[in-house]
């Protein structure tokens, strides 16, 4: 039983990667492949992680999924916000379909 | 139950090289820093893969380190492309 | 007493990763945990006493459910826009502004727009964070604040602030 619904939400957390990097490879320009990669992964790998802890259950490999999760989603989203900041101010051009800029004024 | 952990595996390895492909056909610096940040991700969920396949629990060990050197290297990488320097 | 706060959560962490109650481990620990404290102590919790407040725990459990629920739908936002074979986007960078005082809590507000559904920030300056949206779905200031922030801001206000 438990064995199984490791394997449900294993199989999850890959099928969310792929739909990550399918748009890290599609889409048009740096923020938006920034944005459906690092919430698809990022929320793949919590799930991967989640079935660790449903397989082994209450113990010392279950515990280490356990703290493995918050630290993911804060680092993650950190460096997101890092490197989107980091890429602004480098200049890095927004795609052609982009309809409004607020940030230009403020970095000036 | 082993065969299809493999069969997820080798997607998730299959994943990086996605990531590869935008690291090295990226047409500008930051798109390439995205490729590193989201392979950094998935190696942990890899780590997570073999955890289960061979039941040993040190190798998520390796996945928390993987996260936060992963992280201080995207820090890093910001850093530079926002023109600081690294003590700043 | 902020130093206490460091070092107990330190100690807890070390538990959880090694999971092993022999006396030269939890010793270890200690002496790890004390450099930590020793060392991170003063950047972290100015007032620790809010720590021990019931109420806030359970609007933190409230927040918490309601982050996940926004991840999950977040997910298949971006599903359907990646395989939607005409990519239905329009990115823009909007300002909204936030009522939230204290840095944690500013923090963990720009980590949860960031992890719902078509949003991510790039930057804060003063009041005013700067968002980058997949597709902008309106042009008034206080519509799509109130559509970026929601619920979030009020659940962060009651129990970090």
Same mark, same amino acid.
């Given at each position: 039983m438990n064995d199984m619904a490791a394997i449900i939400l294993i199989s999850v957390g890959v099928l969310f990667n792929i739909f990550g990097c399918i748009g890290l490879i599609r889409l048009p320009d740096m923020y938006n492949r920034l944005q459906a990669a690092t919430k698809c992964v990022t929320l793949g790998c919590c799930s991967i992680l989640l079935g660790v802890l449903v397989h082994f259950g209450i113990g010392s490999a279950g515990f280490r999924a356990l703290v493995a999760i918050p630290i993911l989603f804060f680092t993650a989203t950190v460096a997101a916000h890092a490197l989107a900041r980091g890429a602004y101010h480098f200049g890095t051009k927004m795609d052609? =379909?982009?309809?409004?800029?607020? *940030?230009r004024e403020a970095v000036k | 139950m082993t065969s299809f952990l493999n069969i997820l595996l080798y997607i998730q390895i299959a994943l990086c090289a996605a990531c590869l492909y935008r690291i090295i056909r990226g047409p500008t610096i930051p798109d390439r820093m995205v490729g590193i940040d989201i392979f950094g991700i998935l190696v942990v969920g890899i780590c997570g893969i073999i955890t289960v396949q061979?039941?040993?629990?040190f190798i998520l060990d390796i996945g928390i380190a993987w996260v936060i050197l992963s992280f201080i290297g995207t820090l890093t990488l910001a850093k530079y492309l926002s023109g600081k320097k690294l003590n700043e | 007493m902020r130093y206490v706060t460091v070092f107990i959560l330190s100690m807890i962490f070390w538990l959880l990763i090694t999971f092993k109650f022999t006396i030269p481990n939890i010793a270890a620990g200690a002496v790890a945990s004390a450099i930590t404290a020793a060392i991170f102590? =003063? *950047? *972290?919790? *100015?007032?620790? +006493?809010?720590?021990?407040? @019931?109420r806030r725990w359970l609007w933190f459990v409230v927040y918490l459910v309601t982050f996940i629920w926004a991840c999950i739908k977040a997910n298949f936002d971006v599903a359907y826009r990646v395989l939607h @074979?005409?990519?239905p986007i329009k990115p823009g960078i909007v300002k909204v502004k936030t009522t939230l005082r204290s840095e944690f809590a500013r923090t963990l507000l720009a980590n949860s727009i960031t992890m719902t559904p078509g949003t991510i920030t790039v930057d804060i300056i003063g009041d005013e964070m700067y968002i980058h949206w997949? +597709?902008?779905?309106?042009?008034?200031p206080a519509l799509y604040t109130r559509m970026i922030t929601g619920r979030f801001e009020e659940y962060i206000k009651k129990f970090a602030e």
């Open positions: 052609k =379909r982009s309809v409004k800029d607020d *940030y | 061979t039941g040993k629990a | 102590g =003063r *950047y *972290y919790f *100015y007032n620790v +006493y809010k720590f021990l407040q @019931p @074979p005409a990519m997949i +597709y902008i779905r309106s042009e008034d």
